[in-house]
């Protein structure tokens, strides 16, 4: 299906009645991660394909119980070659923002049909329904080694916001239980 043309792309708004059809979608995207981000095998081993959807199923399962959340599926002759994912959230607390800003979850496009137009068109849709929504402001987060998704979200206008850094905790001294509870002294 690689460099289907754009007019044969269909695009649907859905719910979580979709989510069984997202599975192949988030695995490649799953191993899109692991290939763009070899150092952060730090955090442990990579998780399998089939444990990463138990997890990213279980959170789409609650973002789109929440309202207004919603899937855009993006098919080709009926196969679904890409989706994004969108629920809300509130307020920023330093800015004045509207009352809701959505969060785009996933953007995922299969490998073959990436490059010729599909996310742009997904975010597109994505956009179309929150203008709908009544809402103003949309906020992604991007594994830091995934240059073309960081550069693709510029293009969109999109800023760079937060930072988030994510690591084990080193270990204790032997002998050190503090941090269960109670206080710790110093």
């Known amino acids: 299906m690689s460099g289907a043309p754009l007019r044969r792309v269909m695009i649907r708004r859905a719910g979580a009645e979709a989510i069984a059809t997202l599975q192949p979608l988030w695995i490649s995207l799953h191993d899109h991660h692991v290939a763009v981000a070899p150092h952060l095998r730090e955090l442990?081993?990579?998780r399998g394909a089939a444990g990463s959807w138990t997890v990213r199923s279980a959170l789409y399962e609650e973002w789109?119980?929440?309202?207004?959340?919603?899937?855009?599926?993006?098919?080709?002759d009926g196969i679904a070659v890409g989706y994004a994912l969108a629920h809300m959230r509130g307020e920023e607390e330093s800015w004045q923002t509207g009352p809701r800003i959505a969060e785009l979850e996933?953007?995922?496009?299969l490998p073959g049909q990436?490059?010729?137009?599909?996310?742009?068109?997904?975010v597109d849709a994505v956009h179309a329904e929150l203008r709908r929504l009544g809402v103003a402001q949309l906020g992604v987060s991007v594994i830091s080694a995934n240059a073309d998704a960081i550069r693709f979200y510029e293009r969109l206008g999109l800023l760079p916001f937060c930072v988030s850094y994510l690591g084990n905790v080193p270990p204790g001294a032997p002998g050190d239980h503090h941090g269960s509870a109670g206080s710790t002294p110093i």
Request: charged share 20%.
């Open 44 to 46: 442990g081993p990579v």
């Open 64 to 76: 789109l119980a929440e309202p207004d959340a919603f899937v855009m599926v993006a098919e080709v």
């Open 106 to 109: 996933t953007l995922a496009v």
């Open 114 to 122: 990436r490059g010729n137009g599909i996310g742009r068109r997904l």
